[in-house]
């Protein structure tokens, strides 16, 4: 051989006996790791024992803890967001060259209440329309007309023509706690996001929210995402039941994931007033609200008491028929004590027309009771 040829020899019997070891120490080393894994239970789901041959191996998986409450959003989606409506809120103008056209307002949303097509919504949504369009999760668009109105809820129920329409189930808010799942379904922002689903809990129940108009609202408080549009839609329980009728959104710089929603539980009965009335059948206790007491006004007028409402019967008023007067100082309703306005407001609105209660009042410092027959609450 040649010189050339020894060397290449050599060389190609070095290099083999270099990887022949690499193979042996990689076995060894492979051996000793897979008997240590074993001991330490790490190939199989008990330590310290051997994994049978034809056996899968058991892992360790922790459980998936909301993999339940994904799975019934979903459901959720599927099956009570047909019952949300866009509705359109659209203005008729009248054009010389053009003729007569239609304008959109607003857009909002809806809840299918039943099957004969009637459909609850928030009265802002539907305030001042010369002209309601519906559109359905099917695609269909159907013309719609106002029953009936309430300012003092916000609620408003208007009706459609149509057949095959799937209804909302509604539950009883009075049943809902604090932190448990709630959904929000509506059209924020127009049809171009119809039927949206957002996710989040309920953060707070009977939360009081006065607006600059006086009206006073007992509130759902949620963090599901709650923007324009959304009002009028359905807040859904994790079972699938309507619990409210989202509403308002706190928009402040500061503020943020403070939604609201009126509970099902006042929609219900407005809803049946709208329904069967045009109007809200309310009660009426007959009084001007003059001021709430506070200890300033207690201790300047020396009244012997710091809380409770200042009021002024009106005349032929059910109050006034009872005995009330100028300046008497409402403090209980049945037995209930009355801080403020809103206590006033919220026991009277919690009986019917023709109930009898007892209010019991402060007059020059010394306690009186009354009974008073409730009257019916003018439009």
Do not use: C, W
């Not at 004969?116 to 919504?121: E, H, L, S």
């Not at 929603?261 to 329904?275: E, M, Y």
């Amino acid at each position: 051989m040649s010189y050339f040829h020894d060397r290449e020899y050599g060389s190609r019997r070095g290099v083999l006996f270099f990887i022949t070891m690499m193979i042996i120490s990689a076995v060894i080393g492979g051996l000793i790791f897979l008997q240590a894994a074993k001991s330490m239970g790490l190939l199989n789901g008990s330590p310290g024992t051997e994994q049978k041959q034809g056996e899968a191996p058991k892992l360790n998986i922790p459980p998936a803890g909301d993999i339940t409450d994904k799975t019934a959003v979903v459901a959720i989606a599927e099956q009570v967001g047909p019952a949300v409506v866009g509705i359109s809120n659209l203005d008729v103008y009248s054009d010389f060259f053009r003729g007569e056209r239609e304008v959109e307002q607003g857009t909002g949303s809806g809840v299918i209440f039943n099957s004969a097509g009637y459909i609850v919504t928030n009265n802002h949504v539907v305030a001042g329309a010369a002209k309601l369009m519906v559109s359905l999760a099917d695609g269909r668009q159907i013309p719609a007309e106002i029953v009936g109105t309430d300012a003092r809820t916000d609620l408003a129920v208007i009706k459609i023509n149509a057949d095959n329409l799937t209804v909302a189930q509604f539950g009883n808010s009075d049943d809902l706690r604090v932190g448990e799942i709630a959904v929000a379904i509506g059209n924020p922002g127009g049809a171009e996001f119809a039927r949206s689903v957002t996710q989040g809990i309920i953060s707070g129940l009977n939360r009081l929210l006065v607006t600059e108009e006086g009206l006073q609202f007992r509130l759902i408080q949620t963090d599901a995402a709650i923007n324009p549009g959304n009002s009028g839609g359905a807040l859904v329980d994790i079972k699938g039941r309507v619990v409210g009728i989202n509403s308002i959104k706190i928009a402040r710089e500061g503020f943020e994931g403070m939604g609201f929603a009126i509970p099902s539980n006042t929609v219900q009965g407005i809803v049946a007033d709208l329904i069967k009335y045009k109007r809200v059948i309310r009660p009426a206790l007959g009084v001007y609200m003059i001021r709430d007491v506070d200890k300033e006004l207690a201790e300047y007028n020396d009244l012997g008491v710091d809380y409770g409402v200042l009021i002024d019967p009106q005349t032929g008023g059910p109050s006034a028929e009872a005995g009330m007067r100028r300046y008497d100082i409402i403090i209980e309703i049945d037995g209930k004590k009355v801080t403020n306005r809103f206590d006033l407001q919220n026991e009277v609105f919690a009986k019917k027309v023709g109930d009898t209660i007892s209010v019991t009042v402060v007059r020059d410092g010394k306690t009186v009771e009354l009974s008073v027959k409730l009257g019916e609450l003018a439009q």
